[in-house]
Each structure stands twice: as C-alpha cells, then as structure tokens.
C-alpha cells in the first residue's frame, strides 16, 4: 500500500515538473518572438526616422537653393528616441491579471458536449488570453494562460490528475502564440483574420496529435494506473459515444479534434467582433471627459 502511494507522489511528481518545464519553455519561445518582433518594428521605425530627417535636410537645401518643394515632403517622422520598450509594464500587469480572471471564470465553467466522451470539456478560456495577447504581444497571452491554469488549481482543483490542465495550456498557447505573431508583424483587419486562421488550424492539428501521443497514454497511467487495459478503459469511454471511436488516434481526431475546432472559431469570431473597439481601453484606459 505505502509502496503504490509513493510510486503513484512520484509520478505525479515527475508529471507537475515536466508541466512547469513545458511552461517554461513555451515562455521562453514567446519572450524570443516578442523581442524579435519589437527589434522588427524598431528597424522600421529607425529607417522612417532616418527618411524624415533626410527628407527634412533636402527640403532646406531646396530652400537655400531657390527651389519649392511640394509641401508633405518632409513628412512627419516618428519619435526616435532609441528607447527599448518593456515586455512587462503596470498596465499590461494589471490587464494580464483581469484577463486571467476572466479566462479563469470561463475554464470552470466548462460543459461536455453530446458526441464525445465526458472527460472532454469544452470551454472558452481562450478568448480573454486571445484578447490580451493581441493587445500586448505573446508573453502576455502566455501568462494570461498560466495564470488561469493556477487559478483554477487553487479554485476547483483537478479532475483528471492535472492532465487536462496541462492540455489545456499547451493547446490554448498553440492557438494564442501564432495568432499573435503573425498580428503583431503587421497589425490590421487582415493579418487578424489570417493570424486567427492559423491558430484554429494549429490548435485543433496540435490538440488532436497532442492527445494521441502524449496526454491519453499520460491520462490513462495516472489516472486509471497505466498500461494497454487502462488505454483501452479510455477508449471504450470514447466508443460509448460514438462507434467511430476504436483506438486512441480515432479518439483524438473524433473528440480532440472537433472540440479545440469549436472552442477556436468561437475564440476568433468573437475576437474580431470585439476587439477593435476594446483595444484603445486597453492601450490607453478610460478618458473622462471634461
């Protein structure tokens, strides 16, 4: 009895430090691609500060040579002042912490749906991340996904021995850090539309290859005590629901697959429903007038 109770601390062990290493290193790729996008825009920005002040230097050579020059030449250049911005500033602090909230509050309320296995929930804790990430760069949907994890641990606690709780994180960050990436290299209506594209593509390809190889055979030895029974144990939940359902593949395409599907198109719609008229709230705060 005492051996399988530390065999059973030692797995779970093993299993929360691989989810914080996981969480790390997901950190660290967004921190890499928000520093890469920012010296983008500031090799952009420097270039259009040096037009400004050729521009500006040609326009007085004109003029001390007699020359008219058609006004707008000049340009109005950008404020190059060389100063590196923050990944983390108070106000992005603050709204990472509403927004976890938020996404938290969405994560415990998640209901199952008809054509797949209980132990699959959906929710939409990926809207608030999706929001915030598109107003502050990569590492702030990343953090926002964290701290919703942890949240809802310290709340509710865990059902499925934290195995859905590290799904849930790594397949909200692969819909969240390519949607984030591709609007953060050109911020408008269309590279929105494209980055949401993607990251419903990536996290329903991702989840569904996620769950095949990794988080079912980690659900079926932690929660049902491991080997090709406890597999078959959850797949057999799967077939009850739909005949279709006869291996672990055909699980996550027929139940993984469909639900990170929906939980991204709704994400996005809503996202790019709501997120032009939230974003000088979030940028700037509430102005009272006079």
């Known amino acids: 009895m005492d051996s399988n109770l530390w065999a059973s601390i030692a797995e779970n062990t093993l299993f929360a430090a691989q989810f914080l290493g996981i969480a790390v290193f997901i950190f660290a790729v967004a921190v890499i691609a928000e520093k890469l996008i920012a010296r983008r825009e500031g090799s952009v920005k420097n270039q259009r500060f040096f037009t400004f002040y050729l521009s500006s230097f040609a326009s007085k050579l004109a003029k001390c040579m007699g020359i008219k020059m058609s006004e707008g ?56 991340a999706l929001v915030g990430t598109f107003a502050y760069g990569p590492v702030a949907g990343v953090m926002i996904e964290f701290c919703k994890i942890i949240l809802k641990l310290l709340t509710k606690g865990t059902t499925t021995a934290f195995v859905g709780d590290l799904a849930n994180f790594m397949i909200g960050c692969s819909y969240i850090l390519p949607a984030s990436i591709i609007y953060a290299l050109r911020k408008s209506k269309k590279s929105a539309l494209i980055g949401c594209a993607v990251g419903t593509g990536t996290i329903a390809a991702f989840g569904t290859l996620l769950n095949a190889v990794y ?28 005949p279709a359902i006869d291996n672990v593949m055909t699980l996550a395409v027929f139940a993984a697959g469909p639900l990170n599907l929906i939980k991204g198109v709704v994400a996005s719609l809503v996202t790019l429903l709501i997120y032009k008229k939230l974003s000088p709230i979030l940028k700037e705060g509430f102005k009272l007038g006079n």
């Open 73 to 128: 030449t000049g340009g109005t250049g950008l404020a190059g002042n060389g100063k590196r911005s923050r990944i983390l500033t108070t106000r992005k602090i603050a709204v990472i912490g509403v927004f976890s909230a938020m996404a938290t509050v969405l994560y415990i309320f998640d209901f199952p749906l008809p054509f797949i296995p209980s132990f699959y929930k959906l929710d939409f804790s990926e809207l608030p």
């Open 215 to 242: 988080l079912i055979p980690m659900f079926a030895q932690l929660f049902f005590g491991g080997g090709e029974e406890a597999v078959q144990q959850i797949v057999d939940m799967g077939s009850a629901v739909n």
